[in-house]
């Protein structure tokens, strides 16, 4: 397979890790970087031995010939530039979240769309090996059909102190990790009907919400709770380890701290360690994250050398991101939302 020519616009805190995965995919290099920040296009561009360096998306785009571009910007800047990307016909990952709003997700989809171009949301939670896991013992079959479901990410872990600029939004965990949660709760038990939820801040020294609970009527009939806490302290400190409870017709699922998934079903009982491999990259308790982020950047390579659609593709993100927007929505009314009324 030949290789691709890829550049990363944005160089901050998470995109180191989406420059070790793309050194570790065969098919896929990163040529040419570009962020405003001088200093970080210095030291990734160092660290990576990337000599092709941009302060400006639109001079990127003008000299290179590229097969793909990763947006790892923060998020006011996603539209202009997957916009861009399009106007470029260059294929196109996003970071997550994908947009300020869902009217700025929906254009993006049909700029792409228009453009025949792909669109991909680095949406990698679901990539996990541990969530991939329970997936697989969903599709067996073992514990029947799936009538109800906890997602749980609940911790006390300073995530303030890498990205800073997480504590001064007015929009905090259900727009930062929340999205996960919630993706994972779409990717294991379907689609969302509606969606109920609360929101709190724990934490005085933020402008965001630290803890929400989201209840979910899925389409299928199953009900689902999806709760996120940066408030919760624990004995044993869990992060970045989402957990997991299913409850079906012919048994159930548990996704424990540690990476022990219990399962009970037609089979018996059976207790599985599903821990993430350590990528010689990587770095304890990230490193299921980590792993993710190959896995999702491997999937991309693949689809665009199969030609299939991403998993998590921009239209895909729209039911997720929907979610968020519920979400918020929900916890000002105190009221029920229909997801299908956001999506039209």
């Not at 769309?113 to 949301?121: D, H, K, R, S, Y």
């Not at 803890?211 to 009900?223: E, F, P, S, Y």
């Not at 624990?234 to 017709?249: H, K, N, Q, R, W």
């Not at 308790?285 to 999937?299: D, F, K, M, T, Y």
């Amino acid at each position: 397979m030949a290789t691709l020519s890829g550049a990363l616009i944005g160089c901050g805190f998470f995109a180191v890790n989406q420059m070790h995965a793309w050194r570790d995919i065969e098919g896929a290099a990163i040529v040419a970087i570009c962020d405003r920040d001088p200093e970080r296009l210095r030291i990734v561009g160092d660290q990576f031995g990337v000599a092709r360096r941009y302060t400006d998306a639109a001079a990127l785009f003008a000299a290179e010939t590229l097969d793909f571009v990763d947006i790892a910007t923060t998020v006011a800047s996603h539209r202009p530039l997957v916009e861009m990307a399009a106007a470029n016909r260059v294929p196109v990952i996003c970071q997550k979240p994908f947009a300020p709003t869902l009217a700025d997700a929906k254009a993006m989809v049909a700029a792409c769309a228009e453009a025949g171009v792909p669109l991909m949301v680095h949406e990698n939670f679901r990539w996990q090996s541990p969530v991939q896991a329970v997936r697989a013992m969903l599709d067996s079959r073992e514990i029947g059909t799936p009538f109800f479901g906890r997602i749980s990410f609940r911790s006390a872990y300073d995530v303030f102190s890498g990205q800073p600029y997480l504590a001064t939004g007015k929009r905090f965990i259900v727009e930062d990790l929340g999205i996960h949660i919630l993706d994972i709760a779409r990717f294991l038990l379907g689609d969302v009907k509606s969606l109920t939820a609360r929101t709190a801040r724990i934490n005085p020294a933020i402008a965001g919400e630290d803890v929400a609970t989201m209840l979910m009527d899925h389409k299928n009939g199953a009900i689902s709770v999806v709760d996120c806490s940066y408030a919760t302290r624990l004995a044993v400190e869990p992060f970045p380890e989402t957990l997991i409870e299913i409850d079906g017709s012919d048994g159930t699922l548990r996704l424990a701290q540690g990476y022990q998934l219990t399962v009970t079903g037609k089979s018996g009982t059976t207790v599985t360690d599903v821990s993430p491999p350590l990528l010689p990259w990587a770095s304890r308790p990230w490193h299921n994250i980590q792993e993710s982020v190959l896995a999702i950047q491997r999937h991309w390579v693949d689809c665009i050398a199969s030609g299939k659609g991403p998993a998590t593709s921009g239209a895909d993100n729209l039911k997720t991101f929907a979610l968020v927007e519920a979400a918020y929505t929900g916890a000002a009314s105190r009221q029920p939302v229909r997801i299908d009324d956001l999506l039209e």
